[in-house]
């Protein structure tokens, strides 16, 4: 049985490296390694599983979050953000770069889409980056890590399945998230600001005639007009949760709401939007959905193959005990996430390791935030970072695949840095959720 379940992981390996669809793939080998382990009985489960998984209350909140992200991408509003943004930066050298990283704060807050974060960001930015002599591999960088903050600033996606996952409520892991998340936002920042302090070269200011075009009372008036709406859609959000007024699913419905309300509020709004605006989030929590559906034939298969005994005996094996097999944890996600998505390594490797840190009391609130910040990596790392390729689809033909590789190479730097901090000082995640009381 042990065998089986080992045969069972490097199975999916070999469908995913074949270009198997990853819930195709991940349920064929349940279902191919669990029949040979057991034949038909064990699936009599899987029916009960799948019905859990699609009626589960808390997955609600995820084709409502996914509508108010896309929704709030087809209005156009981080290009209101970034523009205004850009402006208030002034003469500092790298201002542009800073006022992505910022507007990845708040778009990150507000929709949680990488994709559409990042190719969005990638078509209004990276011409305008280009023109004004900033680095190209610095641009594509800096573009990519703004982008995927949304994985680890609340209301995320990430955090709703580790949730799920990990047997913790998601308001609980949107509180642990926040103070990470804008650390590591923090940290991207002081990095620009001091390669621009000593490099001006690689990121010039604002030219002063630009500047000049709107200034004073115009430029106030236009940075309320376009930061405004989305910062009270995160108070919306955030602030109903946080406060315990609405649960992540009620305020998930407030935040698709709101969303249609601030494109109505930009004079924006039309049926043709709100129609593909539908259809793009059916596209992707479909495909979410799909992947969590098929990851339950696996973890049946795997638990019936005793592969949970398996992995809690090696990882007692380990030394230092649990700091060890955090330790251990950390620097597999974190080199999973040059092939894999967050998706199928949330659903593949977490299920089979967790088990052991519940049973040695690990606080899972900490857990998560660890988890979270590293599986943001996966969307940086080379060479199967989505981040990449999604600015690498959007990016002018100018812009090569080497210079992107290596702009992201100081931001993955700096996620590791963020990493360590939060793995040292675990009160970054806890201290919020403590304050609030849960």
Not at 76 to 95: Q, T, Y
Not at 189 to 211: S, T, Y
Not at 330 to 354: C, D, N
Not at 410 to 420: D, G, N
């Amino acid at each position: 049985m042990d065998l089986l379940a080992l045969y069972m992981i490097f199975g999916f390996m070999i469908f995913l490296l074949i270009g198997m669809p990853v819930g195709i793939g991940i349920a064929a080998a349940g279902f191919l390694f669990g029949w040979m382990g057991f034949g038909d009985f064990l699936f009599n489960l899987v029916p009960s599983r799948i019905y859990g998984v699609v009626t589960k209350y808390e997955f609600l909140a995820i084709p409502l979050f996914v509508y108010m992200g896309v929704m709030l991408e087809k209005s156009r509003v981080a290009e209101d953000m970034l523009d205004v943004v850009g402006r208030l930066s002034g003469k500092l050298n790298g201002g542009m770069a800073v006022a992505l990283i910022i507007v990845g704060v708040l778009m990150g807050a507000s929709t949680g889409i990488v994709g559409a974060t990042v190719v969005t960001l990638t078509l209004l930015t990276m011409p305008v980056l280009l023109r004004r002599n900033y680095d190209p591999g610095l641009s594509a960088g800096a573009i990519c890590a703004s982008g995927t903050l949304g994985q680890i600033i609340p209301p995320s996606l990430v955090l709703i399945l580790l949730a799920d996952i990990m047997g913790e409520s998601v308001g609980t892991l949107f509180a642990a998230a926040m103070m990470p998340g804008l650390l590591l936002a923090g940290l991207y920042i002081g990095f620009i600001l001091v390669l621009g302090r000593l490099r001006p070269d690689l990121m010039p200011p604002i030219p002063a005639e630009e500047r000049a075009q709107i200034t004073g009372w115009a430029l106030a008036r236009k940075a309320v007009l376009a930061i405004a709406p989305p910062l009270l859609l995160v108070a919306g959000v955030l602030g109903t949760i946080i406060m315990g007024i609405a649960a992540p699913t009620e305020a998930a419905g407030v935040g698709a709401v709101l969303s249609i309300l601030i494109a109505a509020l930009y004079g924006r709004l039309t049926l043709s939007m709100i129609w593909e605006a539908a259809k793009g989030a059916l596209r992707i929590s479909a495909m979410i959905f799909f992947i969590l559906i098929a990851a339950q034939v696996f973890s049946v298969a795997f638990r019936g193959l005793n592969g949970e005994d398996l992995v809690q005996d090696t990882l007692a094996l380990l030394p230092g005990g649990e700091t060890g097999a955090l330790l251990f944890l950390m620097a597999l996600l974190f080199v999973l996430g040059f092939f894999l998505e967050w998706i199928e390594i949330s659903y593949i490797a977490l299920p089979l390791l967790l088990p052991f840190f519940v049973a040695a009391g690990t606080d899972m609130v900490w857990l998560a935030a660890l988890i979270a910040l590293n599986l943001q990596t996966s969307f940086l790392t080379p060479p199967f970072g989505w981040a990449l390729f999604f600015l690498k689809g959007a990016a002018p033909p100018g812009v090569t695949t080497a210079m992107i590789y290596r702009g992201v190479v100081p931001f993955i730097a700096i996620q590791v840095i963020a990493l360590v901090l939060l793995f040292n000082f675990p009160g970054i995640a806890t201290w919020l959720p403590q304050a609030i009381g849960w």
